[in-house]
Structures are given as C-alpha cells and as structure tokens.
C-alpha cells in the first residue's frame, strides 16, 4: 500500500536540536524500461467477441479496459499473453498501440498487427518518474536517530500516471524517534509515468542510504554499524509488528561474505594500482504484496495432474515454480505437472507485480490441492492418490479455488479484503535485504567499474533456487544502470525525448556487470503462502545508495545526483 505523507513526533524541530545532523538534496532522471521484447499486440475481431495476442503482465486489466473503451462485455474479449520477453513494469497498463491496434482490427475487419520500435517503446509508454529529494537525518552522538526527514517531489503526466511511493522507505527502514515523509506531485505535458522495478523504492533508498553513509561519515562511526544501532524491532512511524524481518542476519551475512571488515574508513585510502577503490553498502525493503487468484487442479489416474490458472510469464519461471508446488502437494514428479497460464479463458489470475504473482498463485493452489485430496480420499500405505482413483473406478478428480461468475468473483474480491485489511492492521510484511558493492574509480577520467557485489536477502522460502537468484542478480544489474548510466532526456522545450534507443540511452552490458555473489537466507515467512515473500523487486532497491556510497568512499565526494558520470567526479 502506497503511503505518500506520515508523520511521527515533530521531525524538524528534533533535527534542529540534533547534536549531529545532515540535510541533503537528491536528484534522479527520467528512466524508461527497455525489455527484450517491445510491446506488441495482435487483433482479431469475430463479430462482436475479440481476441487479443498482447505482451502484457495483467490480463485482466487489459480485458476490462478494452471492454470499457468499446463498449462490449468482458466475457467477449479473449486476452493471450503466453510469453512476455520482460516487463519490469513497464506492460502492466495499456497504452495508446492496443487502443489502435484493436481498432484498426474492427474498422478493416481484418486481424492486425503492431510491434513497437524501439523509439516506440520510449515515445508511447510511460517510464519511471524523475525525483528531487531530500533527506534529513539528525542523531544524538552515540549514533542514534532523532530526526528523519525525507521529502520528495516528483512529475506526473497530466492523463494518466501516478506518484511512486518514493518516500515510503523511511516509514520502515530506520529506528529514528521523529518522521516526516512526504510527497509532492506536479502535473507536466508529458507522456504519463508508469510502474517501474521497485517503484518508489529504488529511487528513495538511494537518497536514504547515500544520507546515511554522510552521516556515518560525521559521526565517525561504521556505515554498517550505524545502520544496525538503528534497526527497528517494530516498524518505526506505526508500531506493527514486522512478520519476519531479518535485516540484521542479511547485513551480518553479507559482511562476512564480502570481507566488510577490512574496509579502511578514511575515503580515498583504498587502492589497487592506479584505481581508487571504494566499499558501499546500503539496505533493501520491499513490502509484500498478495492479490486474488483463481485455480483449477485436476489429478488424472495415470498420476499426470493439469493446474490451470490465468496468471503471466514474463522470463522469471512462473509456471516452474507453480508446478514445483503443486508436484510436491500431490507427491507426483515434477515432470508429471503440467501448468496452462497466460490465457483469460483460464480462471483469473493475478497480474505480475510487486513480486506478488508466486505468493498469491501459491495460496490458491496449496488450498485447490488440499481440497482435492479430500475429495479423493485418504491412500492406504504407499499408495498414491492416483491410484486411490484407480482403486475407486475414477478417471480424474478436479479442485477448484474462486470462481469466475459474477457471484463469485463479489466473494472472492469481499474474502480477500477481508484478510488483507486484518492483515495490514497487525502486521508490516516484506523481503530484505543488504547490498555491498566494490567499486574502482580511474582519479584522472572518473571512469567507474563495478569490480565486485554480494547481495544477501530475505525473501523468505525458495521455491526455485536458480530462477530466484536470477531475479535477484537481475535487480542488481538493473540497479547499476541506474546509478551509473540511465538517463532518459527531454527536450524542455516541447517535453520529446531525445535519446529513444539504446545507443543513446546506455544500459549495462555484460562487461559492466562484475561477479555477483547472491545469498538467501531462504526462511520462510509464517504469514505467507508457503512462507514466500517474493523476489523480484528487492534485489534492485538499495543498488543505487551502495554504487553511491562506495564511489564517496573511493574518492571523497559524495553524489547527490545520478546518473554517477565522468563529469560529476571530475
């Protein structure tokens, strides 16, 4: 839940009686997502009932908006979405190229076609919001925060778009005894914002880390050290309780992992030949995210077993995981499960965000799997229940979770609020994370390498150790990018981009990116589906604050504004 202004205490009268403090201004750029795979969408009327083949990661919301915009029932519109070559947010809305794709389909009664240019990409979908920051931190001398101030003011496009929650870091993340967060939004003619990887998150956790490391700095105390003197054992601005915070474990692992502890701590004492060298780190939170989802199982007596839900596969091995929950709950080979997805005709799935869609998904199945085992009848010793339906005459058992009728889909919205607002008055669920990077700094080009990274995370259980890295190490590329290269340009004049392709608009490549070593503490969360916090969005937050923070450390300046390029150390 996006939480844009909080207070507790009175934060800047504590931050002007702070015996140690730093008041600092942040700044970060327009970004924009670039996937492998560009928006695309195929349209194909018969009569009034329409097919769509689109790259998106909501189905549902696809369907609804068209059914709204043409002025026909959902229930005629048929959404296909099979394989996204990568999203990160940015087909999570539908954007002008459906709209006229789906038209241009009715008025030439012909199926049609479009795929997105690159430019396309950056000129007809929304990106990430620019920021300007600040970030407010007063202590007592033993390092404790008394005041925390993080205000942020960010554009929005005057049709559509919204704020990202991009103060929301400092509800959660430090101890201090005052808060003030807030956010403020100005309407401009641009093209609208949108979702991006972490939004919110990845752009404030840079502010609120590079500040603290400053403060670390003034104080003369250990980056990390000040970080755990601050750790909340409740969730600082409300008091709830945290389900399974483990920032502490994460920081303590990854320092170990790294070799935190021979960091020199005077900036600029640390080189390999002529290379500045410098150490940073940062903390990560994410909040996890549940929505509704709607599952069929079916369990044949050949002890093959068919799950059938809506939900997406943008690359991270959804249908994967699913078919690992589902094969452990039946006790079948993984091999025997197949998983249909991607599809509207399926039950409704959840869309693909927030690193939601594993958690929601595996809640209704876990609960389809239990009620079919019911329905099928307890095995004798070493039997299995395919063979209790072979034993019984049955050819299938089937299990449903959530309905598709307008009953039920009233039920299931009225159920699930139910839960997530009992859930959100007790308890502040979400992955962490701590971050630490090497960084070498050329004193006469300030050219930057990333020379080294160790993450260490909380997402609670690992359902697929390969695909959950990967999105880990995924984030953190993402990250890099934008702390040292990513920059989408305006012309203020008209508000056009200037740069709408990948020559000019610079992501990491593959000799950017250093080893990253990635480690899960892989504990499961009690108040989740199968303990699952979710890891596709933590691994990018705090990239950007530990790059930052270990650029100051390298060469003495602290970076106020990203991207971190050859003109700022100069």
Same mark, same amino acid.
């Given at each position: 839940?996006?939480?844009?202004?909080?207070?507790?205490?009175?934060?800047?009268? %504590? =931050?002007?009686? /702070?015996? !140690?403090?730093?008041?600092?201004?942040?700044?970060? $750029?327009?970004?924009?997502?670039? +996937? &492998?795979?560009?928006?695309?969408?195929?349209?194909?009327?018969?009569?009034?009932?329409?097919?769509?083949?689109?790259?998106?990661?909501?189905?549902?919301?696809?369907?609804?908006?068209?059914?709204?915009?043409?002025?026909?029932?959902?229930?005629?519109?048929?959404?296909?979405?099979?394989?996204?070559?990568?999203?990160?947010?940015?087909?999570?809305?539908?954007?002008?190229?459906?709209?006229?794709?789906?038209?241009?389909?009715?008025?030439?009664?012909?199926?049609?076609?479009? %795929? =997105?240019?690159? /430019?396309? !990409?950056?000129?007809?979908?929304?990106?990430?919001? $620019?920021?300007?920051?600040?970030? +407010? &931190?007063?202590?007592?001398?033993?390092?404790?925060?008394?005041?925390?101030?993080?205000?942020?003011?960010?554009?929005?496009?005057?049709?559509?778009?919204?704020?990202?929650?991009?103060?929301?870091?400092?509800r959660h993340v430090y101890d201090a005894a005052n808060i003030r967060h807030q956010?403020h939004v100005l309407e401009l003619d641009t093209i609208s914002n949108t979702i991006?990887?972490?939004?919110?998150?990845?752009?404030?956790?840079?502010?609120?880390?590079?500040?603290?490391?400053?403060? %670390?700095?003034?104080?003369?105390?250990?980056?990390?050290?000040?970080?755990?003197?601050?750790?909340?054992?409740?969730?600082?601005?409300?008091?709830?309780?945290?389900?399974?915070?483990?920032?502490?474990?994460?920081?303590?692992?990854?320092?170990?992992?790294?070799?935190?502890?021979?960091?020199?701590?005077?900036?600029?004492?640390?080189?390999?030949?002529?290379?500045?060298?410098?150490?940073?780190?940062?903390?990560?939170?994410?909040?996890?995210?549940?929505?509704?989802?709607?599952?069929?199982?079916?369990?044949?007596?050949?002890?093959?077993?068919?799950?059938?839900?809506?939900?997406?596969?943008?690359?991270?091995?959804?249908?994967?995981?699913?078919?690992?929950?589902?094969?452990?709950?039946?006790?079948?080979?993984?091999?025997?499960?197949?998983?249909?997805?991607?599809?509207?005709?399926?039950?409704?799935?959840?869309?693909?965000?927030?690193?939601?869609?594993?958690?929601?998904?595996?809640?209704?199945?876990?609960?389809?799997?239990?009620?079919?085992?019911?329905?099928?009848?307890?095995?004798?010793?070493?039997?299995?229940?395919?063979?209790?339906?072979?034993?019984?005459?049955?050819?299938?058992?089937?299990?449903?979770?959530?309905?598709?009728?307008?009953?039920?889909?009233?039920?299931?919205?009225?159920?699930?609020?139910?839960?997530?607002?009992?859930?959100?008055?007790?308890?502040?669920?979400?992955?962490?994370?701590?971050?630490?990077?090497?960084?070498?700094?050329?004193?006469?080009?300030?050219?930057?390498?990333?020379?080294?990274?160790?993450?260490?995370?909380?997402?609670?259980?690992?359902?697929?150790?390969?695909?959950?890295?990967?999105?880990?190490?995924?984030?953190?590329?993402?990250?890099?990018?934008?702390?040292?290269?990513?920059?989408?340009?305006?012309?203020?004049?008209?508000?056009?981009?200037?740069?709408?392709?990948?020559?000019?608009?610079?992501?990491?490549?593959?000799?950017?990116?250093?080893?990253?070593?990635?480690?899960?503490?892989?504990?499961?969360?009690?108040?989740?589906?199968?303990?699952?916090?979710?890891?596709?969005?933590?691994?990018?937050?705090?990239?950007?604050?530990?790059?930052?923070?270990?650029?100051?450390?390298?060469?003495?300046?602290?970076?106020?504004?990203?991207?971190?390029?050859?003109?700022?150390?100069?």
């Open positions: 839940m996006q939480h844009a202004d909080g207070t507790k205490g009175d934060a800047e009268s %504590a =931050l002007a009686a /702070a015996p !140690v403090s730093v008041d600092l201004h942040f700044t970060t $750029p327009r970004y924009h997502h670039n +996937a &492998l795979e560009p928006h695309a969408t195929t349209a194909i009327w018969n009569g009034d009932r329409l097919t769509v083949h689109e790259a998106t990661q909501s189905m549902p919301w696809v369907r609804s908006h068209l059914a709204l915009k043409f002025g026909i029932p959902a229930s005629n519109i048929r959404v296909i979405s099979l394989f996204v070559g990568g999203a990160f947010g940015g087909k999570t809305n539908i954007w002008p190229g459906t709209i006229l794709t789906v038209l241009a389909a009715r008025l030439t009664g012909r199926p049609v076609r479009m %795929a =997105l240019s690159r /430019a396309g !990409v950056f000129r007809a979908t929304g990106g990430r919001q $620019p920021s300007i920051q600040r970030v +407010a &931190l007063g202590a007592d001398h033993d390092g404790r925060l008394t005041a925390l101030i993080h205000v942020s003011t960010a554009p929005v496009g005057k049709v559509g778009g919204g704020p990202d929650q991009i103060t929301s870091v400092a956010q991006y990887r972490a939004p919110g998150e990845a752009l404030g956790s840079y502010a609120l880390e590079s500040a603290v490391d400053e403060l %670390a700095y003034k104080l003369g105390m250990d980056p990390i050290e000040l970080r755990l003197r601050n750790e909340p054992a409740k969730n600082p601005i409300d008091g709830k309780t945290f389900s399974h915070r483990q920032m502490r474990q994460c920081f303590a692992a990854g320092a170990g992992r790294f070799g935190s502890s021979a960091r020199t701590p005077t900036p600029g004492s640390m080189r390999d030949g002529r290379w500045l060298v410098g150490w940073g780190t940062a903390a990560a939170f994410h909040p996890a995210w549940q929505f509704p989802a709607n599952v069929t199982v079916r369990l044949n007596a050949d002890g093959t077993v068919l799950v059938r839900c809506g939900f997406h596969e943008m690359g991270m091995g959804g249908a994967t995981a699913q078919g690992q929950i589902a094969a452990d709950a039946l006790g079948v080979p993984f091999e025997a499960v197949t998983v249909e997805y991607g599809d509207t005709n399926l039950p409704t799935g959840p869309s693909a965000g927030g690193s939601g869609q594993t958690a929601s998904v595996a809640q209704s199945l876990v609960a389809a799997c239990a009620r079919l085992k019911k329905a099928v009848g307890k095995p004798t010793s070493g039997e299995s229940y395919a063979q209790v339906l072979v034993r019984a005459g049955r050819d299938h058992a089937e299990a449903a979770i959530g309905s598709d009728t307008r009953f039920g889909e009233i039920k299931g919205q009225v159920q699930f609020m139910a839960k997530f607002l009992a859930d959100q008055k007790r308890w502040v669920k979400a992955a962490c994370g701590a971050q630490f990077c090497e960084v070498r700094v050329d004193p006469d080009t300030g050219e930057v390498r990333v020379s080294r990274w160790t993450g260490v995370f909380n997402v609670g259980r690992v359902i697929n150790a390969k695909t959950t890295m990967s999105q880990l190490r995924g984030g953190i590329v993402m990250g890099m990018g934008i702390a040292l290269s990513k920059e989408t340009l305006l012309d203020p004049r008209t508000g056009r981009i200037m740069n709408p392709s990948l020559s000019e608009y610079h992501v990491p490549v593959h000799a950017d990116v250093p080893p990253i070593d990635v480690y899960c503490l892989d504990e499961p969360d009690p108040t989740m589906p199968l303990g699952v916090l979710g890891a596709g969005e933590v691994g990018i937050i705090g990239v950007a604050g530990a790059i930052a923070n270990a650029v100051h450390h390298a060469t003495g300046k602290p970076i106020y504004d990203l991207p971190i390029t050859l003109d700022k150390l100069l």
